[in-house]
């Protein structure tokens, strides 16, 4: 698992030390096709299947990782010349998520998609 997100820091090091790729080619993008790169490797080289991604793996290994370099590669002035307008997109993104979410299963559960629920938590 170690060698996995360390060969990750270093491709992201390597996009970055290229700028000519990324004058062409968005820098998300790159990431994201090392990502499948990654993933092909570990997928071929186990066969077995002994690599599991689990909700303690995620949360304490991979998700850091993202929330620091999101965090270190954006200045302060600009995070805080724009946090109202983090906030206001935060704070309407999650009534509209919330929302459209319950509105949806809510049509899904009048519409007799989701069967009987009743009957299941009895």
């Known amino acids: 698992m170690s060698w996995a997100a360390e060969d990750l820091h270093q491709q992201n090091l390597f996009i970055e030390a290229n700028h000519h790729v990324t004058e062409y080619i968005p820098e998300s993008a790159l990431l994201i096709c090392c990502g499948f790169i990654l993933g092909g490797m570990i997928w071929g080289a186990d066969k077995t299947q002994t690599f599991k991604l689990t909700p ?10 993202i929330i620091l370099d999101a965090g270190y590669s954006m200045p302060n ?11 206001i997109h935060a704070i309407i993104g999650t009534c509209w998520n919330a929302a459209s979410l319950g509105l949806s299963l809510w049509g899904c559960h009048k519409g007799g998609a989701m069967g009987d629920l009743f009957t299941l938590f009895l």
Do not use: H, S
């Not at 303690?56 to 990782?65: C, H, M, V, Y």
């Not at 002035?77 to 307008?85: D, I, R, S, V």
């Open 56 to 65: 303690r793996a995620f949360f304490f290994f991979l998700l850091p990782q």
């Open 77 to 87: 002035k600009m995070f805080f010349t724009n946090l109202g307008g983090i906030l």
